[in-house]
């Protein structure tokens, strides 16, 4: 039996909040925060004059808030290009109060749509990414979702509760079937015909399985240096991070074409990211930055952002969006997130304030 729900049913919800070790939502998200500008506006009816522009939320900057684990205040904002307006709660917003749910834990983007991946909550929601306008909710085989990906009318989503990819058809949004893996599930990459598992999560594990995508059946497993903590696609070529430097999988032979290995007394990054030819990750309150022809990986940063706070906060959101470098301090979950967008040269251009926990950043165009 199918088990997804479509709008425009709305339900009136009679939530009790769950208290966290880190905070109660009723202290931090407001659910009402209007659209601003640098001059007090409130309003956004500059964000989209672009005629290539197809709704209120499109040519921007999405931000995944996860909000405090066991709360279901996770939530989701809205950046402008030119990072004039912010919009929080967007998509509270769009579905007449409804909330997110309980940790947001990535977003991904296909067509008219984007999928929020609600790990506590065992759910992805399926909304319209102009509009952030509710239009499914999957539940059937989500056990624990952590991320998703998306590519020739199929989604496909990692589930760390069954260890289990779920394949979903994203014209009707009907569960279609899922791959057991038995082994750990984390992001999902996809490029020239195959999904790339990475399997290994917080710092544990060394490996990356090969699904190929017209038979749905795993090609080989690869294995990459140990402490495995994020991979990343571009031009061909599957980038994974580990504690060992940056292994390079070519994604048409899914072979190992070599390792750029951290130099001597470097203690590694994470949160892997590779845009126009570049390579960027973080190591606490530093950013790095690097040419895909380097063959070693100095500790040289391209610059500090000085964000103190416990290690396993520190650098809780990062990634390269649109010539724009997005930092997150999460102020340990006790407060609502600031978010630090530098340019490429690593010169700070703009402080926000998002939701709870900020986690990813992603240009929706």
Do not use: H
């Not at 007090?40 to 009816?45: A, K």
């Amino acid at each position: 039996m199918k088990q997804f729900i479509f709008k425009p049913l709305f339900l009136a919800l009679s939530l009790t909040l769950v208290l966290s070790s880190c905070s109660s939502d009723d202290d931090f998200v407001d659910t009402e925060t209007p659209p601003t500008n640098e001059d007090g506006d409130n309003n956004n009816d500059d964000d989209n004059d672009d005629d290539n522009s197809q709704g209120i939320y499109d040519l921007g900057f999405i931000v995944a808030n996860e909000g405090n684990f066991g709360s279901p205040n996770a939530s989701v904002s809205y950046i402008s290009a030119d990072l004039e307006n912010l919009e929080n709660n967007i998509f509270t917003n769009a579905n007449a109060g409804e909330t997110v749910g309980d940790v947001l834990n990535s977003i991904a983007f296909d067509g008219d749509y984007a999928f929020l991946v609600v790990n506590n909550s065992n759910k992805v929601l399926v909304v319209n990414r102009y509009s952030f306008e509710l239009e499914a909710t999957l539940t059937q085989d989500i056990d624990l979702p952590r991320f998703a990906a998306a590519e020739n009318g199929k989604l496909y989503i990692s589930n760390s509760g069954s260890q289990s990819i779920a394949i979903y058809n994203t014209n009707d949004f009907s569960f279609e079937s899922s791959i057991a893996l038995d082994k750990s599930v984390e992001q999902l990459e996809i490029d020239n015909g195959y999904l790339y598992v990475q399997n290994a999560a917080f710092n544990t594990g060394n490996e990356i399985t090969v699904i190929n995508l017209n038979n749905n059946q795993v090609e080989t497993t690869l294995t990459v240096g140990d402490g495995l903590n994020s991979i990343d696609a571009e031009n061909g070529v599957l980038y994974a991070l580990s504690a060992e430097g940056i292994a390079t999988i070519s994604t048409t032979s899914n072979n190992l074409t070599g390792t750029i290995n951290f130099t001597e007394g470097f203690t590694g990054g994470t949160k892997l990211d590779v845009e126009n030819n570049e390579i960027y990750f973080i190591s606490g309150s530093k950013i790095y930055n690097y040419a895909i022809s380097a063959t070693e990986l100095t500790d040289t940063p391209l610059m500090d952002t000085q964000v103190n706070d416990e290690s396993w906060f520190l650098g809780y959101g990062f990634a390269v969006e649109n010539d724009k470098i997005f930092y997150s301090n999460v102020n340990g979950f006790t407060a609502n997130s600031e978010v630090y967008v530098y340019n490429l040269e690593g010169n700070l251009e703009k402080t926000l304030t998002t939701g709870i926990g900020a986690n990813n950043f992603y240009f929706n165009d």
